[in-house]
C-alpha cells in the first residue's frame, strides 16, 4: 500500500436460499436444521447475538452463482488455455481495445520467468469462488470451495474474515458466513473476535474436524457467506453510491494456513493497511456474476463470459495459477488493455474519472518494464488495475491494484510503488500484520529507485519514536495512535535503510543478492531470516538492516 499523505455465524441458510450458489460437493444445500449459529459480538469465542443485530444482512431473491462440478451445473464452465502461456481465454468485451507491443507472438511472463526461481508450492490449496452483485451493490452474496493438503497435522481448518477488521468494518463493510460443510457433511463453526471492533462479526473463524488431518492428506471445505458493502468507503471494500462501481478485494473467508507454521491467528490491527498472512493457492475458477452491461475486473487469465441463471445478468469467470488473494471490480468502466513484455495490463475507470483509463495504463507498463530490469521477470501474466472512486491511496493484491481517483502524474511515486508489491508481498509473501517492512519497505525501495530519488530518500529526517524501529510489527505502530509514524518508520525510513545498503556493498552487488533473495522465496511465505540468509555474503548489509531494527541485533 501507498499512502498518498506521509462468524462466527449465520448459518440458518435455508435450501432454497442457496440454491444456485452451492459449491461443488454440494455439502451447503441441505443445511442442517440445527447447524444455526448466532453472530458473536467483538469478544473471543463468544457466541451470543449483540445487541440490536440477530442476523446477517438479508438480500433478496436466490442467489444467481452458477454451482460448479459435474452435475451441480457444471455445464457454466468454460474451456481454457493454460495461463502459462498464450494469450488465454475467450476475452473479456468487444469493447476493450487492446495495444499490443510489436505485433508478433508476445512471451507470456510466465514463459519469460527466470529458470532459478522457485516453483509454486505443488500441494498448494484449490479455490473456487463466486460473488453474485446486484445492481445495488449493497449485499453480495458468495460460495467458495477450497481443497486444502496441509503439511502438518491439524483438528480444525481456520479462515479470516478481514472485511471485520477495524479500519473496514467502520467503514461499514460486513463478512458473515452463513453456511459450512467439510467433506460434504454441514459442521458450526466458531468465530473469534480477534480485533474485529464492536457490533462486527469476528476476524477469526475456527472450523472443527470430525476427525484430525494428518500431513499429506485432503480435506474439502465449502463455504456460503454473505458481505454488505459500505458506500464510499475509503478502503478495499466498497462501492461508490455515485456511479455504482464496487470494488472488493480480501472480500471472502480467507485460508489462514502457513507452511511448516500452521495456522496464523493474529489479532487484526486498527491500523489502515494490509494484515493478511496467506500460501498461495491455486483459484481454479472465479465466477462474477454482475447485471448485463457491467464491465468486470477480476484476477488472474480471463476466460470469458457466459449467460446466468437470473435474467438481466452474466457470469465472468477468470482462473489463476498461483494466487494469495483475489480482487475483482464492477461497474460501468472505461476499460483500457496493453500488452507489453508478456503481461496483460487491464485498468478499468469510471467515466469521468480524474485521470483516464490510457492515462493510468501507460504509467502502469511504464512501470512494469522499469522494475523488472532490476528484479526479474514481472511474476504475472495479467495485471488488473481499478481507479476506485473512494480509496485515496493504493492498494495491492497479487496481480491487482486498487488506485484512489488521482492524476497519476500528480503521484509520481503511486503507480511504481504498488507494482513493485507484485515481487514484494505477491511473489515473495511474509506476515504483514508481524513484519510488514518486508513488503512496504521493498517495495519503497523500488519506486525510489526508478524514480530516481535515491539520495533525497537517504536525507529524510526521521522522527525519534520510530528511529531504528523498521522492523516493528503493525501492532506496535498501532500503538503510537499516529498512522503517519508507521508511514514514516516503515515505508520511508525502510526505503531508505535499503538505499544505504546498496550504496554500501555497490548496486552490481545487491541487485544481484536482490534477484536472489526473490527467486529463492518466491511462492512461499518468506521471514526476516530469509532476508538474512540472501545477504548473508556481505556483512555490511546485515549490520545496515540490524542497525535500522529489520534484523534482530
Known amino acids: 500500500m501507498r499512502r498518498l499523505r506521509v462468524a462466527a455465524l449465520v448459518l440458518g441458510a435455508a435450501a432454497a436460499g442457496l440454491a444456485g450458489c452451492t459449491p461443488s460437493a454440494g455439502g451447503l444445500a441441505g443445511g ?74 508476445v512471451e507470456s511472463a510466465a514463459e519469460a520467468a527466470s529458470a532459478a526461481r522457485a516453483a509454486p508450492w505443488k500441494d498448494r490449496p484449490a479455490v473456487t469462488l463466486c460473488f453474485d452483485i446486484p445492481a445495488d451493490r449493497r449485499v453480495v452474496r458468495g460460495t467458495e470451495s477450497v481443497t486444502f493438503t496441509p503439511d502438518r497435522r491439524t483438528c480444525e481448518v481456520v479462515f479470516r474474515a478481514w472485511p471485520n477488521k477495524p479500519e473496514t468494518a467502520r467503514a461499514g463493510n460486513r463478512l458473515d458466513v452463513t453456511a459450512v460443510a467439510v467433506d460434504g457433511q454441514m459442521t458450526t463453526p466458531k468465530v473469534e473476535a480477534a480485533g474485529a471492533p464492536p457490533g462486527s462479526p469476528g476476524t477469526l473463524i475456527r472450523i472443527p474436524l470430525q476427525s484430525c488431518l494428518s500431513a499429506g492428506k ?100 477468470f482462473r489463476a495459477n498461483a494466487v494469495r488473494d483475489v480482487a475483482i471490480t464492477a461497474g460501468r468502466l472505461d476499460v483500457v488493455e496493453r500488452v507489453a513484455d508478456g503481461v496483460r495490463v487491464h485498468v478499468g475507470a469510471a467515466p469521468g474519472s480524474v485521470a483516464p483509463a490510457g492515462e493510468w495504463a501507460d504509467a502502469t507498463v511504464s512501470a512494469v518494464k522499469e522494475l523488472s530490469a532490476y528484479l526479474g521477470p514481472f511474476p504475472y501474466d495479467d495485471l488488473w488495475v481499478t481507479i476506485a472512486p473512494d480509496v485515496p491511496s493504493g492498494i495491492e493484491l497479487p496481480g491487482a491494484i486498487q488506485f484512489g481517483n488521482v492524476r497519476p502524474s500528480g503521484y509520481p511515486e503511486l503507480v511504481p510503488h504498488e507494482v513493485a508489491h507484485m515481487w514484494f508481498y505477491g511473489l515473495v509473501g511474509n506476515d504483514q500484520a508481524r513484519d510488514p517492512w518486508m513488503d512496504e519497505s521493498f517495495a519503497e525501495y523500488a519506486e525510489v529507485l526508478v524514480d530516481g530519488t535515491a539520495e533525497r530518500s537517504l536525507r529524510a529526517q526521521i522522527p525519534t519514536r520510530v528511529r531504528d524501529r523498521v522492523g516493528e510489527s503493525m501492532q506496535w505502530y498501532a500503538s ?4 503517519d509514524l508507521y508511514a514514516v518508520g516503515v515505508y520511508r525510513q525502510g526505503g531508505a535503510m535499503l538505499h544505504r545498503a546498496r550504496q554500501a556493498v555497490g548496486p552490481a552487488t545487491f541487485d544481484r543478492l536482490l534477484r536472489g533473495y526473490i527467486d529463492s522465496n518466491a511462492h512461499r511465505i518468506a521471514t526476516p531470516n530469509d532476508v538474512a540468509r540472501a545477504f548473508a555474503s556481505q556483512p555490511r548489509v546485515i549490520e545496515i538492516l540490524r542497525q535500522y531494527g529489520a534484523l534482530p541485533r
Open 218 to 317: 485432503k480435506a474439502q471445505v465449502e463455504l456460503a457467506f454473505t458481505l454488505t458493502v459500505g458506500a464510499d468507503t475509503p478502503e478495499r471494500v466498497g462501492f461508490s453510491s455515485g456511479d455504482r462501481t464496487i470494488w472488493l478485494a480480501t472480500a471472502y473467508p480467507l485460508l489462514a494456513w502457513q507452511r511448516g507454521k500452521g495456522w496464523v491467528t493474529d489479532p487484526a490491527v486498527d491500523l489502515f493497511g494490509e494484515t493478511t498472512t496467506s500460501e498461495e493457492f491455486r483459484l481454479d475458477q472465479l465466477d462474477v456474476v454482475v447485471p448485463k452491461g457491467d464491465e468486470v475486473l477480476g484476477t488472474g487469465q480471463e476466460l470469458g463470459v457466459v449467460p446466468s441463471s437470473r435474467a438481466g445478468s452474466v457470469v465472468h469467470q
Open 480 to 483: 503510537l495512535r499516529n498512522p
Open 32 to 105: 442442517a436444521p440445527d447447524s444455526t449459529v448466532s453472530t458473536p459480538p467483538s469478544t473471543p469465542e463468544s457466541t451470543a447475538t449483540p445487541p440490536g443485530r440477530s442476523s446477517a444482512p438479508e438480500a433478496e431473491g436466490p442467489s444467481a452463482c452458477p454451482t460448479g462440478g459435474e452435475g451441480a451445473g457444471g455445464s457454466s464452465k468454460v474451456s481454457y488455455a493454460d495461463p502459462t502461456g498464450g494469450s488465454g481465454g475467450s476475452g473479456g468485451s468487444d469493447a476493450r481495445a487492446v495495444a499490443v507491443a510489436g505485433g508478433a507472438r
